[in-house]
């Protein structure tokens, strides 16, 4: 089974948080190395925040927050919609995905703070280009889960296609890249 990892966020007036999963471990870890300074900062407590291996019957929180300004924005009226603040706050997640810079923009463009520098249009433009770079990030990470299945056993490329949502060519495509015969192994059952 492909081993995934979760940051696990241990404030001392809320109940923990898990975050994730994530694929890579250094991944997990610089969101970890992240988070954990942002919010300490913030709840002006300490915050721990480290790298576990996920349990999928834990709930996860998602690591990877919209950064277009539509649909960041509608996530973040949401949030100052509750009762209650949220651990970790939204743009702690956002910074601990983006960097400081980045989340920063992201985070203005979403609240209107930027200003009109831009058109509803040029807002659309963002998004649509924001989501094809996240499109483009999720077709290379299911790429690499299809490698990882293989080698971790499942070695039925209709299992795999089911399981990525990929193409039985592309699943072939990114094998054989991998310097693996898919044919060897699927003639063999």
């Avoid at 989501?131 to 971790?152: C, F, P, S, Y």
């Avoid at 094998?175 to 192994?185: C, E, F, M, Y």
Wanted: hydrophobic fraction near 35%; charged fraction near 30%.
């Amino acid at each position: 089974m492909l081993k995934t990892y979760a940051v696990l966020v241990t404030p001392q007036d809320y109940p923990p948080a898990f975050i994730g999963p994530f694929i890579a471990k250094t991944n997990a870890e610089r969101y970890a190395e992240r988070i954990g300074p942002f919010e300490s900062r913030r709840m002006r407590s300490k915050v721990d925040a480290f790298v576990v291996v996920a349990n999928p019957r834990s709930k996860h929180l998602d690591p990877r927050l919209p950064t277009d300004p539509w649909t960041l924005g509608q996530l973040i009226a949401e949030e100052e919609g509750q009762d209650q603040d949220a651990f970790p706050c939204l743009y702690a997640r956002l910074h601990a995905q983006l960097g400081d810079d980045a989340a920063e923009k992201a985070w203005s463009r979403a609240t209107g703070w930027e200003g009109n520098k831009t058109s509803g249009r040029d807002q659309l433009l963002a998004s649509a280009e924001d989501w094809r770079t996240q499109r483009l990030g999720a077709a290379h990470a299911l790429k690499r889960i299809a490698v990882e299945l293989w080698n971790d056993g499942m070695e039925n490329v209709q299992d795999i296609r089911r399981v990525t949502g990929l193409s039985r060519t592309t699943v072939y495509e990114v094998l054989r890249n991998a310097g693996i015969d898919p044919a060897t192994r699927d003639s063999e059952q």
